[in-house]
T-cell receptor, first 119, second 110 residues
């Protein structure tokens, strides 16, 4: 158990629907990252939060949104789902908040992932 | 935009052989990471490389970083079946982005 909890583990839904994926970071970690892993796209960076604030945005579609709550858990909302959204969605957390400051390593701890299947 | 590329994408090798996985990135960064992903599992951290010339070793794996060439290598010595997995490098770019490479799927054959 990595300490990062993702729910649900598996989700099957239909095109056009909306789902919410949830992530609880490891205790003490303030940063949360979301990634999408599909067979032909590798691990795509979606978005990063630090202590409730959005810090970086990657290739996240407009149909997708996320937030980090005061208790530091994060949710990724996927709407108007398409077949191509089927993927494994990973959440990761880390304690180092800011790139470029200090010399500390920023090792990500990953959750087990949420596998989304859109039919 | 930060891009991170790995090669090869797929690697099938015999037990006992040596090989190197390459990771190139497109922008200045002094922080590079290697992760391992077993089939159907999540990613786990392998190495952290924080400066030019850094070298880290763990068992049959050795990682190095050349920030001037924007290149990291993961060298496998005398491969064994247990090393079969997908290996990712990752780079922290500007504005907090943490970008993973394309991954190298390694299969070690007995």
């Amino acid at each position: 158990d990595s300490g990062v909890t993702q729910t649900p583990k598996h989700l099957i839904t239909a095109t056009g629907q909306r789902v919410t994926l949830r992530c609880s970071p490891r205790s003490g970690d303030l940063s949360v990252y979301w990634y999408q892993q599909s067979l032909d796209q590798g691990l795509q960076f979606l978005i990063q939060y630090y202590n409730g604030e959005e810090r970086a945005k990657g290739n996240i579609l407009e149909r997708f949104s996320a937030q980090q709550f005061p208790d530091l858990h994060s949710e990724l909302n996927l709407s108007s789902l398409e077949l191509g959204d089927s993927a494994l969605y990973f959440c990761a957390s880390s304690v180092v908040p800011v790139w470029g400051l200090g010399t500390g390593a920023n090792v990500l701890t990953f959750g087990a992932g949420s596998r989304l299947t859109v039919l | 935009e930060l891009k991170v590329e790995q090669n090869p994408l797929f690697l099938s090798m015999q037990e006992g052989k040596n090989y190197t996985i390459y990771c190139n990135y497109s922008t200045t960064s002094d922080r590079l990471y290697w992760y391992r992903q077993d089939p159907g599992k999540s990613l786990e951290s392998l190495f952290v490389l924080l400066s030019n010339g850094a070298v880290k070793q763990e068992g049959r794996l050795m990682a190095s970083l050349d920030t001037k060439a924007r290149l990291s290598t993961l060298h496998i010595t005398a491969a064994v079946h247990d090393l079969s997995a997908t290996y990712f490098c990752a780079v922290e770019g500007g504005t907090y982005k943490y970008i993973f490479g394309t991954g190298t799927r390694l299969k070690v054959l007995a």
